[in-house]
């Protein structure tokens, strides 16, 4: 199963010393210690050292990263968390609760990265498209969006529930590599077939949702991506021509 020592928190662009404090706080609760603070609006100082409390050392362990798509690119999945859906069903925002992320975990081995956006925007579309799964809190609608050690800590709690009493499996996560392979030889064939670009991306988001929220391993997409790179290798530029009578 995923380890605890194999999760990570990244906090993007935090506007408040404290709240880094009290995430790191959060964290050592749930024994994750790896914490990495993307372009930080804030100091970093003094006051996130009082509000860390005994999780002073995963505050003083925190890693300041410029670039999220690098950072992305260490870890066999990145969750990416929202508190706001939108009025219409949405790819880029299709969504898991912690608890259903975490049975996911449960039996597989691998790296995962727990992405949480800024306290006033949260995460872009542009960000959690980048992700393989997004995490929401099932929380009352009329004010769904929790302080940001809040969810941290919720989304942590449900995982430490449920990985530290997971039975010990054999299957791996796919890495990032397999799936962004993947989906690179689906938009070969797609192209190949003349399939319209929007599509295309919306094929490319709902593949990368599928198996990040569903029971697939790395011999999974594997196989899957045998047979997709030998069709995309077998159709010729321009396409398939279409059966007569249709």
Sequence with gaps: MVGLDE???ALVEPLYDQNVGYVARVMKNFGVTRLY???PRCELGDEAVIYSMH???VLEGAEVVDDMAALFKRF???VGTTGKHGKRP??????????ELARRLAGYSGSVLLVFGREDIGLTNEELAMCDAVVTIPANPEYPTLNLSH???VILYELYKHLGRAP???RRLPTRGEVDLLIHYTRVLSTKLGIPEHKVVKVELMLRRVIAHCDVSSGDVRALLGIM????EAVPDGGVQEAPGR
Aim: hydrophobic residues 50%; proline residues 3%.
């Design 7 to 9: 999760l990570a928190v």
């Design 37 to 39: 603070v993307v372009r």
């Design 55 to 57: 999780g002073r050392d």
């Design 76 to 78: 066999d999945m990145v």
């Design 90 to 99: 949405s790819m880029v925002r299709r969504f898991i609760t912690p608890e």
């Design 151 to 153: 969810a941290v800590a």
């Design 168 to 170: 010990k499996r054999e």
């Design 229 to 232: 790179r030998r069709a995309a």
